[in-house]
C-alpha cells in the first residue's frame, strides 16, 4: 500500500475531480494526508462545489490545513514547478481536461492545448522534481528507463474508454485493445495516454493509467447526456435525442469511479493501465426513458407527456456507435467492483439536480466566478 501525502489534483473543480475530492476529505479514513487543487475555472469548473471541503479542511482551519486550491493552468511549467516545490508534491491525480465531444468537434485547439500539452508539462516537472540525480544538478538529468525516483512517488493519469474507438454490436475493450480514437476529444486524450506511457517507458516515470466509461452523478456540467436531459425534463424544454438514439454506452455511477481510482492509487502497479466500467450498457434512448419515469414520479408529472418533448436530432458527426467495457482486470488484481445500481444511481442524480437548482443556475450564468474574483483576486 502507498502513503500519499501531497496530491496534486489537477482539475480538482470539475466533475470527476469534485467527487475524488470529497470522497478522499469524507469517505476515506485512511487519507491522512493534503490535496493541492489546481484547477483554471474553465467553464467546466466550479470553485463553489468544494465551499464545504475548503471550509472543514482548507483556510479556515489553519494551521492543520489539508486542503489547497491553486487557481492556474497546467500548461504553466513555471507554475507547476512553483507548487512541486511549495507543496512537496509526491503524487499527481491528473483530470484536468477539455472533456465533452462536442465541443472538441467545434473547437479541438483547447482539446490540443490542455489534454496534450498540459499532460507533456505535467509529466516533464514530475519527473525533474522527483528524478534522483547524483550528477551536477545544473546538467540535463541522465536518461534511462531504469532511473531512480523518490520512493513513493505516483503519477495517475485519468483517462477514458473513448481512446479505443467505436465497438460493433459484440466485443468489450480491453486493456490491450488498439487505440482507435475518432474524435477530436478522444484523439487528444489518446494522445495524453501515450505520453503517459513513454514517460513511464522512457524515463522511469512512476505511472498509472485508468481509462473509464461514461460516469454520471452529482455536479456534472449539464451538457452531458444525463443531467442535460434530467434539467430539460425539469425545465419542461425539448430532449435532443441524436440520431436514432440507439448508441450504447456504459455507464457507471462516479462514486464507483473515484473508489477506483483511490485504489489504483493504493496498490495499483506501476506502469499499468486499467478499465474501469459499470458492466451497464444502455442505448441512449432507454436511459432517456428511464430518467423520464424517475422524473415523472417525483414531480408527479405525466411520463407520456415528458415523452413527447423527445427531439430526434441531427446526429453527432463521427459519433462511435457502442462503448462497452471488459474490466476484469482492476476487479482480478485490486479487488475494485462497482457498487452502485445502475438505477439506484439514477434516481440519485436525479435528486440531486432537483434539490441543487442553485448550484445549476450558478454553473450555467458563470455566476460563482464573483466568489473566485473575492476570494481569489480578479482573473
Ligand atoms: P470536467 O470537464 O467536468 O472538468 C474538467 C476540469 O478541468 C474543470 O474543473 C476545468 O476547469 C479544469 N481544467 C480544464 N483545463 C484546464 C487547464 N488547462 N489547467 C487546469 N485545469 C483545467 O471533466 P470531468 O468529467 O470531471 O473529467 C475529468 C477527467 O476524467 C478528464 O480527464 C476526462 O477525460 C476523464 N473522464 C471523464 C469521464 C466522464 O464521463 N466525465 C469518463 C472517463 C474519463
Ligand atoms: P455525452 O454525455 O456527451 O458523452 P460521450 O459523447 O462522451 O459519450 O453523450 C452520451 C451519449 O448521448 C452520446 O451517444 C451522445 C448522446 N447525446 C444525445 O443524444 N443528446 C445530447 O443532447 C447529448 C449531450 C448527448
Redo the contacts with the bound molecule.
Sequence with gaps: MRTLKNILV??????????FIRRLFKHTPEFTGRIIN?????????ITSLQEIEKEFGIDSKPESRYFFEL?????RQGLETIFAKYNIDTVV???????VDRSILGPE?FV???VM?TFALLDVARRRWQISTGDPTQPLPVSADAEYTPGVIFH??????VYGSLGESGFFTETSPYEPRSP?SAS?AA?DHLVMAWHHTYGLPVTL???????GP???PE?LIPLMIINMLEGKPLPVYGDGKNIRDW?Y?DD?TRAIWTILSKGRTGEKYN?GGENERENIAIIDELIEIVAEKINGEPQKIRGTIQFVKDRPGHDRRYAIDCAKIKEELGWQRETPFEEGLAKTVEWYMANTTWINRIRSGEYRYWVEENYGRR
Design positions: 489537477t482539475g480538482g473543480c470539475g466533475f470527476i475531480g469534485v467527487n489546481l484547477d483554471a475555472l474553465t467553464y467546466a469548473g466550479n492556474g493552468d497546467i500548461c504553466d491528473n483530470f484536468a481536461a477539455e472533456s465533452h483547447t492545448k490542455t489534454n498540459g493519469h485519468v483517462s477514458t474508454d473513448e476529444y486524450k495524453s485508468s481509462n473509464c466509461s461514461n460516469n454520471f455536479f456534472q456540467f452531458k457507471l462516479v469511479h474501469i
